[in-house]
């Protein structure tokens, strides 16, 4: 009796101060997660599709790519909430050889699922412009740089970036869906 005394007290209080949106957000951690993604595809344009069903409220999707050994994230979709059943849609950039996505709903319970396909494009090269400061990729490409203690520092996506503002020393890239080890 204590217990249903107190949390009434506290729904009182927290409608005082906070408004009664604030109760309908507190009830909704509360739900169990239904939430099923039924399936999971990538057409021939990279677009990556799923269908979900019995979300029990508004979930965000985590869209992971498997690259360099590890999922990366790149992207994420807000999930509508409703029972019936969801789709939805985000448009993949595949590398080079067997692509690998995940789509992973950020909850409690980490429900994901996992497509895999081929990408025949050509590989994706790299060059060093010492004069420019510059590495350039033959095709636009997601790339990360790291120093030799294991610190990131730069990401992004591009064709080039500049390394004017980054010291001399040993790094390694990932590019694509390579890794080299580089002296800038």
Known sequence: MKRIFFIFIFSIIQIILFG???IEQLDSTNVKDT??????N???KSMLSWTTKNEA???IF???QFRWNKWVKVGEVEGLGTPQTNEY???IIPYTGENKVRVTLASEFNISRTTEWWCKSPEIKFTINKDAKEIQFSKGTLYELYDSSGNQVKKGFGQNFSYKDIPKGSYI???DNSTSEIKL
């Open 35 to 40: 939430c099923k993604i039924l399936s999971i």
């Open 20 to 22: 009664q949106d604030s």
């Open 89 to 91: 849609h985000f448009q």
């Open 173 to 175: 890239l990932n590019y």
């Open 62 to 64: 985590f869209i992971e």
């Open 57 to 59: 409220y508004k979930h």
């Open 42 to 44: 990538i057409d021939n």
